[in-house]
C-alpha cells in the first residue's frame, strides 16, 4: 500500500462519512459506507451507473436526505444542513451555467449570496477568471462558449466561495473524447493550484486513474475497494474491481501449495500450474480460486517456455494491428479465450499469424489471487 | 418555506376553481325554485330539462355542429402543422403562422364579426352562403377550433424523431406513403386530444355562433345564456350537472386509457431490458 | 435511356413539389378566407354608413358616370373619439384586463411551481384537475359566480346567518365580479404554459443556485422567474388579449358602470344594429392589441422552433 498522501506525511481528516445509507421506496442505493477524505486530496467514487456513487454525492452536497448515518465535517454531523448552507460546491455534470447570466454573473452569484461587498467580489471574479485563463470571456452568455469554456467557468464558479469541499459529478461527461484528456489534467492543475478537497464521481477508470489520488470502487451501494490508483490496478481485492478496472483475463483453479512466501495454483486450462511469488489471505487449504492476469502482463511466444511455471499454450483466433501495441485473442483448449496485448516496440520478422500455435507465460508477480 | 406556499396556493386555487362547480352541482338537486336557498332533495329539475324542446332541439344542433367542426378542423389543423413542422421555411410560412397563432387569443367579438361582414359580403358578390345557419356557424367554429387543433399537433410533430420518417423514405416510401403509414399513426394521440379539444370548444361557443347565426340554428351555448341573462334558474343547474359530470368522466376515462398505454410501455421496455 | 430517366426524375420531382403545394394551400387557403380576409372586410365596412337597408352599410365603391366613386367616410372614427363613452370603455377594458392578467399570474405561478415540483405520478393528475374546468361549459362557469355573488347568494346568505354582516354585501353587478369571472374563467390559461415552461426548466440549475448558497426564494427570483420568461410571458397575453374583448364575464357579472369594449361592440352591433360604428370599435380594439398579439405570436413560434 503506497498512498501518495502518506508518502508526503499523513494529511489531516476533512470530512468523515459514518454508515451512511440511502434508500429510495425500499430499494437499497447505498448501504452503510465509510469512508474519509483527507484534506487536499482527489477522491473519486468510481462504478458503474446504479452503483449509488451519484446518490452518495449528492447527500454531501445536500440534495439527498440520508436515511441513516452521519457526515462528519471536522468532527460536526453536518447531515441536516440545506445545500444553500454547506460550504461545499458541487460542479454538475450538465454545468447548470445559469443561461440567462454572463460568465461574470454566473462566477459572482455565490459570492453574492454571501452578501460580500462589491469590489471583493469583482476582485474574486477577476481572480477566478484568471485561474482558469477565461478573462476575455468575462461578458459572454454560456450559449456562447465551447464545451471545454464552459466546464472551465464552471470550475470557476464552484471555486469562488473557497469550498471547503469541491464536488465534480462526472466532470468530462458533457465533453467530446478528444478534450477529455486535455481537460483532466487542465482540472487536476487548477485543484491542486488551489488546494481544495475535492470528491469527484465518474463511471470512467481512466479519467479516476488520471485525476484522483485515491479511488474507491463502488457497486450495488457498496465500496469494494479504496487505494491509489496504482492498488487498484495491481492488486484488486475481487473479481468485479479487476473486471471493472481495465481488462483481466481470469483463470479458475484450486489451490495446490500455500506457503507464507508463495502459492501454486493448478489451472486445467494451462499447461504448466500458476505461481505466485507472495502470499495470499484467506480460510486456508484446498479451495476454488480465482487467478487474475492483465493482457499487458501476458508475454507471446512461438517457443515453448522452459519454465515449470506460469504458461499455457492455445491458438491465435483473432489479433487487431492498432499501431501502438496489437490485440491478440489466443483460444485454449477447453475454449476460454484470453486477452493479449503486445507492444509493437520492435518489428518482428516473422509475425504472428492467425491460426497460429502460440504459447503464452508471464513472471509470478504478475498476477493476483482473487477468493471466490 | 416557497415549497409549502407554493402547495398552499395550488390547493386554494384548486378549491376555487372547483366550488363554485360543487355548488352547482349540490344545489341542481334543491327542491326549491330559489336556487340559493336549501328546501330539501329532488330531481325534478332534470325532469323539466328532459320535457324542455327548445334546449334538447339546440343541443342536437350544438353537437351536429360540434362533431362537424371537430372533424374538419382536425384535417385542416394537422395539414398546417404539418406543413409548418415539416416544410419549416416556405413562401408565406410566417403569414401562416401567424394565422395560426392569432385565433388562440383573438378576442370573439372580433372574429364574430369580421365572419359575419364576411358571410354577408360573400352573399353579396357570389350568393352564397345565401342564409346563415348551420354552415355559417360550422365554417366559423372550424376556422378557430383548427388554430388549436394545429398548435396540438404541431407540438407533437416537433417532439417526434424525425429520423423515423427518414428512414421510410431511405427505404423507398414516397412522402404521402410516409405521412400515412408513419407520421399519421404516430401523432394519432394528438389527433384524438385535438378533435377532442375542438368539440368541447365548438360546444362551448356563444360569441361567434350568435354572430354567424340564424334562424333555426339556434344553439345550446345560446339558450343557456338567454335563460341565464334573466338570472339563476334550478333547470340550468341540472344542464351544468349533466355538462360537468359527462366531461368529467370524458377526460378521466382518456387519462386512465393514456396511463394504462404508458404503464404497459415502461412495462414492455422493462421486460425487453431484462430478457 | 439516361434521358428517359432523367425526364422522369424531372417528373417525379416536380409532382412532389405540386403535391407538396397543394398541402401548403389547402389549410392556407382556409385561414386566408375565413380568418385574414374578413378583417379586411371590417376595415372595409367601418369606413361605411349606416343605412336602413340589408345589409345595414353603404357601398364604398358606387359607379356614376363611369367612374368609380370610393367614398371613405371617417365619421365613424370621429364619432368614437368625440364621444367619451368609446374612450371610457377602451381604457376601462385595458385596466381590467390588466388587473385580472396580474392576478391571474399571482395565484397561478405558485400553482403551477407547486405542480411541476410535485412526484411526477400525481403531477399529471393535478394538471388534468387544472385543465378539467377549461373543459366543461364556460358560460356555465360564468353562471355559477351568479348565484355566490348575487345579494341573496351563498356568500351573502352565509355571512348573514353566522351573523358577521347585517345586510348583504353587493358583489354581484361590480366590478369586482368581473375581475373573480375572469381570474376563475382564464386561470387554467395561465398556468398551463407556465407549467410547461417549468418542465421544461433544467432542474440542475435550480440545484447549482442552492448549492452556490441562495436561499429558496432568491433561487426563485434569480433563477426561476428569469427563466420562465416565455412562459410567464405567453400566459399573460393568453389572459390578456382575450380579456380586453371580453363580452360573456362583463355581461353578467359585470354592473351598468362597467364599461367593457366587446359589450360596447355587442351592442352597437345587436342592438343599435349600427355595423359600421361597430366595425370600427373592433378595428380599433384590434389596433390596441396588434402589438401583443404579435408579441404572443413570436413567443409562440419561438417554442415551436425550439422544441
Known amino acids: 500500500m503506497t498512498l501518495k498522501h502518506l508518502s508526503q506525511g499523513p494529511s489531516p481528516v476533512l470530512l468523515e462519512l459514518k454508515n451512511l445509507s440511502k434508500s429510495f421506496d425500499g430499494h437499497q442505493a447505498v448501504r452503510s459506507v465509510n469512508l474519509q477524505f483527507y484534506e487536499g486530496e482527489i477522491f473519486a467514487l468510481l462504478g458503474g451507473s446504479g452503483c449509488g456513487k451519484s446518490t452518495l454525492l449528492r447527500m454531501l452536497s445536500g440534495f439527498e436526505t440520508l436515511t441513516e448515518g452521519k457526515i462528519l465535517l471536522n468532527g460536526e454531523d453536518i447531515a441536516a444542513i440545506p445545500p444553500y448552507r454547506r460550504p461545499f460546491n458541487m460542479m454538475f455534470q450538465s454545468y447548470a451555467l445559469f443561461p440567462h447570466m454572463t460568465v461574470e454573473q454566473n462566477i459572482a452569484y455565490g459570492l453574492k449570496q454571501d452578501k460580500l461587498k462589491k469590489e471583493d467580489i469583482a476582485k474574486r471574479v477577476d481572480d477566478m477568471l484568471k485561474l482558469v485563463h477565461m478573462e476575455s470571456f468575462r461578458l459572454r452568455k454560456p450559449s456562447q462558449l465551447s464545451g471545454g469554456q464552459r466546464q472551465r467557468v464552471a470550475l470557476a464558479r464552484s471555486l469562488a466561495k473557497k469550498p471547503k469541499l469541491l464536488l465534480l459529478d462526472e466532470p468530462m461527461g458533457a465533453l467530446d473524447k478528444k478534450l477529455r484528456g486535455e481537460m483532466q489534467l487542465e482540472l487536476v492543475d487548477i485543484i491542486k493550484q488551489v488546494g481544495v478537497t475535492c470528491v469527484m464521481v465518474t463511471h470512467d477508470q481512466e479519467e479516476a486513474m488520471t485525476m484522483a489520488d485515491r479511488i474507491a470502487v463502488m457497486h450495488a451501494g457498496e465500496i469494494l475497494q479504496i487505494g491509489s490508483p496504482h492498488d487498484i490496478y495491481e492488486y484488486p481485492n475481487c473479481r468485479y474491481v479487476a473486471d471493472f478496472i481495465g481488462e483481466v483475463n481470469l483463470f479458475g483453479g484450486h489451490i495446490a501449495e500455500e506457503e507464507p512466501s508463495y502459492v501454486v495454483i493448478n489451472v486445467p486450462n494451462l499447461v504448466a500450474p500458476i505461481y505466485i511469488d507472495h502470499g495470499i489471505s484467506g480460510p486456508g487449504g484446498e479451495r476454488p480460486v480465482s487467478v487474475a492476469v492483465r493482457p499487458e502482463k501476458v508475454r507471446l511466444s512461438d517457443q515453448q517456455p522452459d519454465e515449470q511455471y506460469n504458461w499455457g499454450k492455445g491458438i491465435i483466433d483473432d489479433l487487431a494491428y492498432l499501431g501502438q501495441h496489437s490485440i491478440y485473442h489466443i483460444l485454449l483448449p477447453d475454449g476460454q479465450f484470453i486477452q493479449v496485448t503486445q507492444t509493437n516496440d520492435k518489428r518482428r520478422e516473422r509475425p504472428f499469424e492467425l491460426e497460429q500455435e502460440i504459447f503464452v507465460s508471464w513472471s509470478p508477480d504478475s498476477c493476483v489471487v482473487l477468493e471466490e | ?275 | 435511356m439516361a434521358l428517359f430517366r432523367a425526364i422522369k426524375k424531372r417528373f417525379v420531382e416536380t409532382g412532389w413539389l405540386k403535391q407538396r403545394n397543394g398541402v401548403i394551400a389547402i389549410p392556407y387557403l382556409w385561414l386566408l378566407l375565413f380568418f385574414l380576409v374578413p378583417f379586411a372586410i371590417v376595415l372595409k365596412i367601418s369606413f361605411a354608413e349606416t343605412e336602413i337597408a340589408i345589409p345595414p352599410y353603404t357601398d364604398l365603391a358606387t359607379f356614376e358616370d363611369g367612374h368609380l366613386m370610393i367614398d371613405l367616410n371617417l365619421g365613424n372614427y370621429a364619432y368614437l373619439f368625440s364621444d367619451d363613452l368609446y374612450l371610457t370603455a377602451y381604457l376601462s377594458s385595458i385596466r381590467i384586463a390588466l388587473v385580472s392578467t396580474l392576478l391571474c399570474l399571482l395565484i397561478g405561478y405558485p400553482m403551477a411551481l407547486a405542480i411541476s415540483r410535485a412526484p411526477a405520478s400525481t403531477r399529471n393528475v393535478l394538471l388534468l384537475l387544472v385543465i378539467l374546468p377549461s373543459w366543461t361549459s364556460f358560460l356555465i362557469r360564468i353562471y355559477a359566480w351568479i348565484g355566490i355573488l348575487k345579494p341573496n347568494g351563498y356568500i351573502n346568505n352565509l355571512l348573514l346567518s353566522m351573523g358577521l354582516i347585517d345586510e348583504p354585501i353587493i358583489m354581484l353587478h361590480t366590478d369586482f365580479a368581473v375581475y373573480v369571472g375572469i381570474v376563475y374563467a382564464y386561470l387554467p390559461f395561465m398556468i398551463l404554459p407556465l407549467y410547461a415552461n417549468m418542465m421544461k426548466l433544467d432542474h440542475s440549475l435550480v440545484e447549482a443556485s442552492s448549492d452556490l448558497g441562495a436561499s429558496p426564494v432568491t433561487t426563485l427570483f434569480r433563477i426561476i422567474v428569469p427563466l420562465t420568461k416565455a412562459g410567464i410571458i405567453a400566459g399573460c397575453m393568453l389572459v390578456f388579449i382575450p380579456a380586453v374583448g371580453e363580452f360573456v364575464i362583463p355581461e353578467l357579472l359585470g354592473g351598468p358602470e362597467t364599461l367593457m369594449i366587446g359589450k360596447v361592440l355587442w351592442e352597437e352591433f345587436f342592438n343599435n344594429r349600427d355595423w359600421p360604428v361597430a366595425s370600427a370599435v373592433a378595428i380599433i380594439m384590434l389596433a390596441l392589441l396588434i402589438i401583443p398579439i404579435m408579441w404572443f405570436d413570436r413567443i409562440q413560434n419561438k417554442q415551436m422552433e425550439q422544441a
Open chain 2, 1 to 275: 418555506m416557497r415549497f409549502s406556499f407554493s402547495k398552499m396556493m395550488l390547493w386554494l386555487g384548486l378549491a376555487f376553481l372547483y366550488a363554485p362547480m360543487l355548488i352547482l352541482i349540490i344545489y341542481s338537486f334543491n327542491e326549491s325554485r330559489l336556487v340559493t336557498v336549501w328546501a330539501g332533495f329532488s330531481t325534478k329539475w332534470y325532469g323539466e330539462l328532459m320535457r324542455n324542446d327548445k334546449l334538447l332541439d339546440a343541443v342536437g344542433n350544438s353537437l351536429k355542429i360540434a362533431f362537424l367542426a371537430a372533424t374538419a378542423s382536425v384535417v385542416l389543423g394537422t395539414l398546417a402543422a404539418f406543413v409548418l413542422a415539416r416544410f419549416k421555411r416556405f413562401k408565406g410560412s410566417t403569414l401562416l403562422r401567424g394565422m395560426i397563432t392569432a385565433p388562440l387569443v383573438m378576442p370573439e367579438v372580433i372574429t364574430g364579426l369580421s365572419l359575419l361582414l364576411l358571410f354577408v359580403a360573400m352573399a353579396q358578390l357570389v350568393g352564397w352562403p345565401a342564409s346563415r345557419g348551420m354552415t355559417t356557424i360550422w365554417i366559423a367554429h372550424t376556422t378557430f377550433c383548427t388554430a388549436y387543433v394545429a398548435v396540438v399537433v404541431g407540438s407533437r410533430l416537433t417532439e417526434m424523431d424525425m429520423s423515423v420518417e427518414e428512414a421510410a423514405q431511405d427505404l423507398g416510401a414516397t412522402p404521402v406513403k410516409v405521412f400515412f403509414n408513419i407520421t399519421l399513426p404516430i401523432i394519432t394521440p394528438a389527433l384524438v386530444s385535438g378533435w377532442l379539444l375542438a368539440f368541447t370548444l365548438s360546444l362551448d361557443d356563444l360569441v361567434i355562433a350568435s354572430f354567424v347565426s340564424g334562424p333555426g340554428s339556434t344553439t345550446l351555448p345560446m339558450v343557456v345564456f338567454s335563460s341565464v341573462r334573466l338570472g339563476v334558474s334550478p333547470e340550468i343547474n341540472a344542464l351544468a350537472t349533466i355538462i360537468i359530470t359527462l366531461v368529467t368522466l370524458l377526460v378521466f376515462a382518456s387519462w386512465y386509457y393514456a396511463r394504462r398505454v404508458e404503464k404497459s410501455r415502461i412495462r414492455d421496455q422493462l421486460a425487453a431490458k431484462e430478457s
